[in-house]
């Protein structure tokens, strides 16, 4: 079965300053999805960047960036220039190429302190 | 287009209750998935189904829970005789189709409380 570990609970960091959320995935299959959802206290669940396992390029959007290093089974997110906008929980998540279920991670709580 | 929304967003019941959720999906979408989220967790998939018919069920679904997707467009989850554990947010979600494209969307949750 597909897991996914995100190492840190909780992390913060000051506005405007740059964060990195790590997260460790383990598979046996080849073909497969990875995910960065954000959950704002008491609102919905966002999918914030996705990257195919195909794909070598790191998939970008805007400040938010991905070092996907597939032989480590490792996915991380960075965030540029935090906004108080960006504290939130954040979600890892899991699919196989074949599936359409998620599988998360525990998530990390991220403070952005002004 | 609102969006996924459930209803209610927050249900207090007794423990030995019977309650039932509704998820109203994105409309063009024929994919539609429930998940449970407790405290401290991420989410953790329970069942999906492509437009009228269920799919697939976690074991996490006991027989106290069933799910329906009648006409292919609104879902509902019922739990009978709720149990403490049954303590949780109720997710669902709606995608247009399995691509990378077809992201899951999430509904804002029904939080369950259990007493």
Redesign the interface.
């Known amino acids: 079965a597909q897991t996914?570990t995100q190492s840190q609970p909780e992390m913060s960091v000051q506005e405007a300053e740059t964060v990195t959320l790590s997260c460790t995935y383990d598979t046996s299959e080849s073909d497969y999805?990875l995910?960065w959802?954000k959950q704002p206290p008491s609102?919905?669940?966002?999918?914030v960047i996705?990257q195919?396992a195909y794909k070598q390029q790191n998939a970008t959007e805007n400040r938010f960036s991905v070092n996907f290093q597939k032989a480590a089974k490792s996915f991380s997110l960075k965030i540029s220039d935090s906004q108080l906008g960006d504290a939130a929980m954040y979600?890892c998540?899991y699919r196989g190429g074949s599936n359409?279920?998620?599988?998360?991670?525990?998530?990390t709580l991220l403070t952005v302190n002004p | 287009d609102t969006?996924?929304s459930q209803d209610p967003r927050h249900k207090i019941t007794k423990r030995g209750q019977n309650v039932t959720f509704r998820c109203d999906p994105i409309s063009e979408h024929n994919?539609l998935?429930w998940?449970r989220q407790t405290l401290?967790?991420?989410?953790?998939?329970l069942t999906?189904f492509q437009n009228e018919a269920q799919l697939?069920k976690s074991r996490l679904l006991s027989d106290r829970f069933s799910a329906e997707r009648p006409k292919g467009s609104f879902s509902t989850l019922e739990i009978q005789r709720t149990e403490q554990g049954d303590s949780a947010m109720y997710?669902c979600a709606s995608?247009l189709g399995?691509g990378?494209s077809h992201?899951?969307y999430?509904?804002?949750?029904t939080r369950l409380t259990v007493t």
Request: net charge positive; aromatic share 24%; charged share 20%.
């Open positions: 996914v999805y995910f959802y609102r919905q669940m966002i999918l996705r195919e979600f998540a359409y279920k998620l599988t998360f991670g525990k998530g | 969006g996924v994919r998935y998940y401290g967790q991420g989410p953790e998939f999906y697939e997710l995608s399995q990378i992201e899951q999430f509904g804002p949750g």
